[in-house]
């Protein structure tokens, strides 16, 4: 059985000297959590994986409370992608009585997840940098699945001197293209079809970008038309953006990223694509 901590002072005894890598998660885990545990299994001699599910990134008290629950499940499945440690900590040992601080990141948390979710990017800035601080990990492993996250993260690990390598990894899709998310269960059958088309419009934006079109207002057009053909399917945002400042572009250039955001039902799904131009 693997083993579960609770404690802040249990990792550091079981983590010892040893290359170690953490991955962050909010428990519910799929596919997508455990490729990046077993990439953290085979580049490191020890991993952690958090299961925390932080209240300070939820805007909404109802989303927080209906989040999913179940560090059984989760426990066996961190230990079948080859991890050592759970580290599921109460909300207590994270943010015990008395504290104060909270971390923001301005620049890339300000536009898209930044503006739909307010103080969303706050709350996941300050419990990164509280689980960096805690484990010390050699790495530690975020899926480009939730783009702009990531840079935050790596804005926040930069800016703040934080231990370790933060490692990017590559989203893990389904049959159809759509991103592994926790959120997937809750589409019906025929939204989780319709849903497909999110990851149409990003692939077609990417294939009209790497056969020379860069010009930004003719590739959202191409991908606007995929997702108007989802009847239900509600876009929020399809952007062009710098891949480090998240600022839109109008001509796309090396490291730019497609962000999407729509609205399914009562769902709410993001994904993104690298474009990169011919030759570029
Ligand atoms: O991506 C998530 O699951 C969360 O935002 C993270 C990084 C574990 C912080 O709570």
Same mark, same amino acid.
């Given at each position: 059985?693997?083993?579960?901590?609770?404690?802040?002072?249990?990792?550091?005894?079981?983590?010892?000297?040893?290359?170690?890598?953490?991955?962050?998660?909010?428990?519910?885990?799929?596919?997508?959590?455990?490729?990046?545990?077993?990439?953290? #299994?085979?580049?490191?001699?020890?991993?952690?994986?958090?299961?925390?599910?932080?209240?300070?990134?939820?805007?909404?008290? #109802?989303?927080? #409370?209906?989040?999913?629950?179940?560090? $059984?499940?989760?426990?066996?499945?961190?230990?079948?992608?080859?991890?050592?440690?759970?580290?599921?900590?109460?909300?207590?040992?994270?943010?015990?009585?008395?504290?104060?601080?909270?971390?923001?990141?301005?620049?890339?948390?300000?536009?898209? $997840?930044?503006?739909?979710?307010?103080?969303?990017?706050?709350?996941?800035?300050?419990?990164?940098?509280?689980?960096?601080?805690?484990?010390?990990?050699?790495?530690?492993?975020?899926? $480009?699945?939730?783009?702009?996250?990531?840079?935050?993260?790596?804005?926040?690990?930069?800016?703040?001197?934080?231990?370790?390598?933060?490692?990017?990894?590559?989203?893990?899709?389904?049959?159809?293209?759509?991103?592994?998310?926790?959120?997937?269960?809750?589409?019906?059958?025929?939204?989780?079809?319709?849903?497909?088309?999110?990851?149409?419009?990003?692939?077609?934006?990417?294939?009209?970008?790497?056969?020379?079109?860069?010009?930004? $207002?003719?590739?959202?057009?191409?991908?606007?038309?995929?997702?108007?053909?989802?009847?239900?399917?509600?876009?929020?945002?399809?952007?062009?953006?710098?891949?480090?400042?998240?600022?839109?572009?109008?001509?796309?250039?090396?490291?730019?990223?497609?962000?999407?955001?729509?609205?399914?039902?009562?769902?709410?799904?993001?994904?993104?694509? #690298?474009?990169?131009?011919?030759?570029?």
């Amino acid at each position: 059985m693997i083993p579960v901590a609770t404690q802040r002072q249990d990792l550091l005894a079981a983590l010892g000297g040893e290359a170690s890598g953490l991955v962050p998660t909010m428990g519910a885990l799929h596919e997508g959590h455990l490729a990046l545990i077993r990439r953290a #299994a085979a580049e490191n001699d020890r991993v952690v994986v958090s299961v925390f599910v932080n209240p300070a990134q939820f805007d909404d008290p #109802a989303d927080l #409370a209906r989040y999913p629950r179940d560090l $059984e499940r989760d426990a066996a499945l961190v230990a079948e992608a080859g991890a050592d440690l759970v580290f599921a900590p109460a909300v207590e040992a994270i943010y015990p009585s008395g504290f104060a601080t909270r971390v923001e990141v301005a620049g890339p948390s300000n536009r898209w $997840e930044g503006v739909a979710r307010p103080g969303h990017f706050g709350g996941v800035a300050t419990v990164v940098a509280i689980l960096l601080n805690l484990v010390r990990p050699t790495r530690a492993y975020f899926g $480009e699945k939730d783009y702009q996250q990531l840079v935050v993260v790596r804005r926040l690990h930069a800016d703040l001197a934080l231990p370790g390598e933060i490692v990017g990894c590559p989203t893990v899709r389904d049959h159809d293209g759509l991103a592994l998310s926790s959120r997937n269960a809750r589409l019906s059958p025929d939204e989780r079809h319709q849903a497909s088309a999110v990851p149409r419009a990003l692939s077609r934006m990417a294939d009209l970008t790497a056969s020379g079109q860069i010009d930004v $207002e003719r590739l959202i057009a191409a991908g606007s038309r995929e997702l108007a053909a989802a009847p239900d399917l509600v876009p929020e945002y399809l952007a062009v953006v710098d891949g480090e400042t998240l600022e839109p572009l109008t001509v796309v250039r090396p490291g730019a990223r497609a962000l999407v955001a729509v609205r399914i039902g009562t769902v709410r799904l993001i994904d993104n694509v #690298a474009l990169s131009a011919a030759g570029a």
